[in-house]
T-cell receptor
Framework: KNEVEQSPQNLTAQEGEFITINCSYS?????LHWLQQHPGGGIVSLFM???GKKKHGRLIATINIQEKHSSLHITASHPRDSAVYIC??????????FGTGTSLTVIP | ETGVTQTPRHLVMGMTNKKSLKCEQH?????MYWYKQSAKKPLELMFV???????ENNSVPSRFSPECPNSSHLFLHLHTLQPEDSALYLC???????????FGPGTRLTVL
């Protein structure tokens, strides 16, 4: 079993829809990262958070430390949001674990 | 050049070849990383360097040999690889180890 589990694995949405991607983890962490990977491979760091909520444009990330759960929300989704979204955790022992990613396709 | 660059972007090699992957960061960061991404698998952290010193080596086979000559450059030397080593190899850097990382575009490696 992977230390980091994401759901759903694949997601197709209509342009404009509100999207939620979930991440659950089973280890003690000091920080959680959300990453975006476009076709071709390049990865961009979207958020690093250790508590509460962060917002950047149409993206919102939340984390519940007690529940060991984080969500990434995309409001007013757009075809350019189509990518793989990866959740990663940094443990208190300074190890990194990654989820397998959620593949998002937004249809015009 | 800005950010994190990797060369080559694509590499095809035979099992008896020796090749090297290069990563360069232009961000003034002190930590650099090598990752392996295979199809349908999570990212795997291979090596971490902090101020040119290796701080983590996650049970990576010896056919992968990293080198960090200075804080801006990171190499991954490859020799006698296996077909299952075919993957996307990503380099990243961060200001301090294990903090927010900036990734390069990756090298797509195919071992025949």
């Amino acid at each position: 079993k992977n230390e980091v589990e994401q759901s759903p694995q694949n997601l197709t949405a209509q342009e404009g829809e509100f999207i939620t991607i979930n991440c659950s983890y089973s280890v003690g962490i000091s920080a959680l990262h959300w990453l975006q990977q476009h076709p071709g491979g390049g990865i961009v760091s979207l958020f690093m958070l250790s508590s509460g909520k962060k917002k950047h444009g149409r993206l919102i990330a939340t984390i519940n430390i007690q529940e060991k759960h984080s969500s990434l929300h995309i409001t007013a989704s757009h075809p350019r949001d189509s990518a793989v979204y990866i959740c990663a955790v940094k443990t208190t022992g300074n190890q990194f674990y990654f989820g397998t990613g959620t593949s998002l396709t937004v249809i015009p | 050049e800005t950010g994190v660059t990797q060369t080559p972007r694509h590499l095809v090699m035979g099992m008896t070849n020796k090749k090297s992957l290069k990563c360069e960061q232009h961000l003034g960061h002190n930590a650099m990383y090598w990752y392996k991404q295979s199809a349908k698998k999570p990212l795997e952290l291979m090596f971490v360097y902090s101020l040119e010193e290796r701080v983590e080596n996650n049970s990576v086979p010896s056919r992968f040999s990293p080198e960090c000559p200075n804080s801006s450059h990171l190499f991954l030397h490859l020799h006698t690889l296996q077909p299952e080593d075919s993957a996307l190899y990503l380099c990243a850097s961060s200001q301090v180890p294990y903090n927010e990382q900036f990734f390069g575009p990756g090298t797509r490696l195919t071992v025949l």
